[in-house]
C-alpha cells in the first residue's frame, strides 16, 4: 500500500519549480508582437476632467495605442456597487485613479507615452475624513450617497442587560489600512486569439471571479474570454476582484489586437491595491463579577475609499464576527462605511477580523484588570462550545478554543511571566494573550459555497486533477494532491495539479474565506471516489467478476477470489478505452456545504466550520526611546486537522509576521489624500531582525464537516497578534494604546502622560 502523506509534512508540490526560478508568473509570459501597458493616474484626489490630449503620445514612434475613459466601455464594473469605470469618465475620485493607458512596443516608450498625455483637471474639494462625510460635512464622494454600507442588528435585551452588569466599560479604537505586501505585483497578459477571443493570464485569487468581471466590464460574453491563472506570488486578498489591471490590460489587447503585458511597478501596486479597511470602533461591554460577558454594543464607522469593492462585506465581518465566539446573549452593533476621496480599501487577510479583535482583546484584558482577573479565565469563561449555536446561528461543529489557550500560555510561561515582579532600567519586559475566530467557507456572496474537482486517470495510471481553486502561496495544489492521492493509494509524486484554465477548469468561487480545504478537500474526496468507482467498475469487466468484488490498492486493482491477478490503474485505463464504445476516465465531484445564507436579519449559519487561534507574545519596551520589540511569540492554530503541518506552521508564522508589522510598523499614509509612502523604501515592513523566532503549535479539533476534519488555517492566525503586543505593551509598563500602529512616539506620550497623572 502506498504510504499516505495526510498529516505528514511535506513540501509544497509546486515548490521547486519557484526556488528554482521555473515558475511562470504572469510577468514572466512573452507573446509574439507583445506589446507593453503603461497607466496613467490621476494625482488628486477629486478633480473633473476638463480636458485630455493624447495627439502627442499617439504620434511617438513606437506607441500602438491610447486610450481615455472615452475609449473605455459605459458599463461601470464592481463587486455589488457597480460605479466604477475601467478608465475614468469625466471624474477623479482618488489619486491614482487610472485616466488614461498606453500600449507601446517597449515599457520605456509607453512611460515616455505617459509624459505626453496632456490632462487638464479643475481640482475639487476631496473629503478625506469618514467621520465627516457621516456627518454630513464636506463634498460627496457619490452624488446622493454617503454611506457605501450600512448594518444594524439588536438580539436580546442590551439595554437591561448592561444595568444588571457588575462592571461596564467603554473606549474608542482606531485601525488603519495595512498593504498586503505580496512579493509579486499585479501583472496580466492579455490577448487576442486568431478566433477574436480575449485569452488573459493574471496573477489572481479567483480565476472565474476575474473572467466574470472582465466579461461585464468589457461588455464580452463570458465565452469569449479564456483566464489562466498564472503561478501567484501572494495574495493575502489584494489579488481577489478589486483592481483594475487585468480589466486594463484587456482593453488594451482589444484595442491593440495584439498581445499586451500590463505589470504594475510597485509604486502603482500601491495606489491600485486595495488595503485593509481602516476602522474607528466604540465598544462597550458589560461582565458580571466572575467576568462573563453579558452585554456588548459596538459603533463603528469605517472608512471605504472612492469605491466600494469588497470593503462592505469586510465591515460585514468587523460588526458580527466576533461576537460568535462567546456565549453570549445580548449584542447590538451599528457599523457605517463611509466614502471618502482616498484609494479603496477592502480584502486583506482576516478580512476585517483583525480590526474588531483588536477592539475585543484589549478590551478583555482591560476588564480583567479592573474585576482583578486573569484575561486567560475570561476567555475561557465566555469561550463558545461544540454544539452551541451562537447569538447569530452559527453552528459550532468544532472548536478547539480552550486548547489554543492552553497550548499558548503554556508555551510562554503565562503564569510565571505574569506573576514576575517588573525588571527595573529603561527596558521593561511584558506578556499579552488574544484569542480569535474566523470562518472555513462563507455562504453569503451567493447560495453556493461549494466546490468542483475534476480527476483524470492517464493511461500510465498517474493522474491530473482539474480544479479552479487557485494556490496563491498557501498550499491549495499540494493539499488537493494530497487528498486524491490517500484517497486512490497512489504515490504523491503521481499525481499532478493542473493549474486553473477557465476553458478547461470547473468552475470555483477561489481562494477566500479560508474555503479551499474544506470544500475542494470535500469535493476532491467525491471526485476521487467516483474514479474509484470507474476503476473498480473497469476491474470488473476485465475480470469477469461484480464490482464490489475488487479492490483497490496501491494504484491496483484485486479480487480475493484471484490475488495473482493484479491489474495497474495503467491498465485498467487503457482497457477501458480499448473496447468498443470505450472512453477514457474521467470524473468529477461537486461537494457544497450544508449551510445557511444569512436572513434579513443577518441571522444563519453561513460556514461549515469555524476555526480558532489563541496567541501570546511577550515584548520589550525600551522606555527611553518608546521603541517596542517583540522577543518571543507563540500562536496556536485550531486548523481541525492538520493535512500538513508544515504548510499549517507556514501560514500560522507568516500570519503572526503580518500582525505584527500591522501593530507596530506598517501604516499607509496619506497626504491630502495621496499617499506618502508608495515604495518598500518608506513602508515599513518588518525584516528578519525585527521578528522574534516565531513559533507556532496545531491543536486537531478534528471537525464533522471537514475532509478528514480538516478546516482553514490561512487567516486565523493573524487576528490575535495586534492585541496581543498590545496587552503586552500594558502589563510592561502600564500604559494602554488603543490607537493602531503602536509607535514609539504614541509609547512615550502615553508614559508621560501616566507619569504626569501620577504627579498630579
Known amino acids: 500500500m ?22 511562470q508568473y504572469a510577468g514572466d509570459i512573452k507573446l509574439p508582437g507583445m506589446l507593453h501597458g503603461k497607466v496613467l493616474r490621476s494625482p488628486h484626489p477629486h478633480a473633473r476632467i476638463v480636458r485630455i490630449d493624447v495627439s502627442a503620445a499617439r504620434a511617438l514612434a513606437g506607441v500602438k495605442v491610447v ?51 496632456e490632462v487638464e483637471y479643475e481640482v475639487l474639494p476631496a473629503q478625506l475624513n469618514p467621520q465627516d462625510g457621516l456627518l454630513g460635512h464636506g463634498p460627496e464622494v457619490h452624488q446622493g450617497r454617503t454611506l457605501a454600507h450600512d448594518i444594524q442588528f439588536h438580539r436580546g435585551d442590551v439595554d437591561q442587560a448592561f444595568a444588571n452588569a457588575h462592571l461596564v466599560f467603554e473606549a474608542d479604537y482606531s485601525t488603519h489600512a495595512q498593504y498586503p505586501g505580496y512579493l509579486e505585483p499585479m501583472a496580466t497578459v492579455a490577448a487576442v486569439d486568431p478566433t477574436g477571443r480575449l485569452e488573459v493570464w493574471t496573477s489572481t485569487q479567483s480565476a472565474f471571479l476575474a473572467r466574470g468581471r472582465l466579461a461585464s466590464a468589457l461588455e464580452m460574453p463570458h ?68 467576568g462573563h460577558i453579558v452585554a456588548k454594543d459596538v459603533r463603528i464607522v469605517a472608512d471605504c475609499g472612492a469605491y466600494a469593492g469588497l470593503a462592505p462585506e469586510v465591515m460585514h ?88 489557550i492552553d497550548q499558548a500560555t503554556q508555551a510562554l510561561h503565562w503564569v510565571d511571566k505574569r506573576k514576575a515582579p517588573p525588571k527595573s532600567g529603561s527596558k521593561r519586559r511584558g506578556v499579552g494573550v488574544a484569542a480569535a475566530m474566523h470562518v472555513s467557507g462563507n455562504r453569503t456572496i451567493g447560495n453556493w459555497d461549494g466546490s468542483t474537482v475534476g480527476i483524470k486517470v492517464n493511461e500510465d495510471g498517474r493522474v491530473l486533477i482539474h480544479s479552479s481553486e487557485c494556490d496563491a502561496g498557501q498550499g491549495a495544489m499540494t493539499m488537493l494532491s494530497q487528498v486524491v492521492a490517500h484517497e486512490l493509494d497512489i504515490p504523491l509524486a503521481h499525481v499532478h495539479v493542473v493549474p486553473p484554465d477557465t476553458d478547461f477548469s470547473p468552475y470555483c468561487i477561489g481562494s477566500l474565506a479560508s474555503r479551499v480545504t474544506i470544500v475542494a478537500g470535500n469535493a476532491a474526496i467525491v471526485a476521487s471516489r467516483h474514479a474509484k468507482e470507474a476503476l473498480c467498475a473497469a476491474a470488473a469487466h476485465v475480470l469477469k ?35 468498443h464504445g470505450g472512453e477514457g476516465i474521467h470524473v468529477q465531484g461537486t461537494w457544497d456545504a ?16 469555524y476555526s480558532f487561534a489563541a496567541q501570546v507574545v511577550e515584548v520589550e519596551v525600551d522606555t527611553d526611546t518608546g521603541r517596542v520589540q517583540v522577543v518571543d511569540s507563540f500562536v496556536s492554530d485550531d486548523c481541525g486537522k492538520a493535512l500538513n503541518p508544515l504548510a499549517v506552521h507556514g501560514q500560522s508564522n507568516g500570519a503572526s509576521a503580518q500582525a505584527i508589522g500591522w501593530a507596530l510598523y506598517e501604516h499607509l499614509q496619506l497626504e491630502d489624500g495621496r ?40 487567516e486565523t492566525a493573524i487576528l490575535p497578534g495586534a492585541p496581543a503586543i498590545a496587552n503586552a505593551i500594558y502589563h510592561a509598563v502600564g500604559v494602554r494604546i488603543r490607537d493602531l500602529p503602536i509607535t514609539p512616539e504614541k509609547v512615550l506620550t502615553a508614559l508621560k502622560e501616566k507619569q504626569g497623572a501620577a504627579h498630579a
Not at 451599528?334 to 482583546?361: D, E, I
Not at 513602508?683 to 464537516?705: K, R
Open 675 to 714: 499617499i506618502a509612502n508608495g515604495e518598500f523604501s518608506d513602508y515599513t515592513m518588518p525584516t528578519a531582525d525585527a521578528l522574534p523566532f516565531l513559533q507556532s503549535g496545531i491543536v486537531e479539533s478534528n471537525d464533522p464537516n471537514g475532509p478528514f476534519g480538516a478546516k482553514g488555517a490561512s
Open 2 to 23: 502506498s504510504a499516505s502523506t495526510l498529516g505528514q509534512s511535506v513540501p509544497q508540490v509546486n515548490a521547486l519549480s519557484k526556488v528554482l526560478g521555473r515558475a
Open 67 to 117: 486610450l481615455t475613459g472615452e475609449d473605455a466601455p459605459n458599463t461601470p464594473w464592481g463587486v455589488h456597487h457597480k460605479e466604477r469605470y475601467i478608465l475614468a469618465k469625466g471624474l477623479v475620485r482618488f489619486a491614482g485613479e487610472e485616466v488614461a493607458a498606453v500600449a507601446a512596443i517597449s515599457e520605456d516608450i509607453a512611460r515616455d507615452a505617459l509624459d505626453l498625455i
Open 545 to 579: 467478476v461484480s464490482a464490489a468484488d475488487i479492490q483497490l490498492a496501491d494504484g491496483c486493482a484485486m479480487t480475493p477470489s484471484m490475488p495473482d491477478k493484479r491489474l495497474t490503474y495503467g491498465e485498467l485505463v487503457r482497457a477501458h478505452i480499448w473496447r
Open 223 to 290: 465565452s469569449r474570454i479564456r483566464l489562466h491563472q498564472t503561478t501567484t506570488g501572494g495574495g493575502f486578498g489584494g489579488k481577489m476582484i478589486e483592481d483594475a489591471n487585468n480589466l486594463i490590460a484587456g482593453l488594451l489587447a482589444v484595442h491593440a489586437q495584439r498581445p499586451v503585458r500590463l505589470v504594475n511597478n510597485r509604486l502603482e501596486d500601491f495606489q491600485a491595491c486595495c488595503s485593509s479597511v481602516p476602522e474607528q470602533i466604540k465598544l462597550k461591554i458589560g461582565m458580571d463579577r466572575e
Open 317 to 404: 465581518v468587523s460588526a458580527m464576527r466576533s461576537d460568535n465566539m462567546h456565549r453570549i446573549q445580548h449584542v447590538r452593533c451599528h457599523a457605517s462605511l463611509v466614502y471618502t476621496h482616498t484609494p479603496p480599501h477592502g480584502a486583506f487577510r482576516g478580512f476585517g477580523g483583525t480590526q474588531m479583535q483588536f477592539a475585543l482583546n484589549s478590551h478583555i484584558d482591560t476588564m480583567a484588570e479592573m474585576l482583578g482577573l486573569d484575561p486567560v479565565d475570561i476567555h475561557k469563561r465566555n469561550a463558545i462550545r461544540v454544539g452551541d449555536v451562537s447569538v447569530h446561528g452559527w453552528q459550532i461543529g468544532s472548536t478547539g478554543l480552550m486548547e489554543c
Open 594 to 609: 450544508n449551510t445557511v445564507m444569512p436572513d434579513d436579519q443577518l441571522y444563519g449559519n453561513i460556514a461549515p466550520a
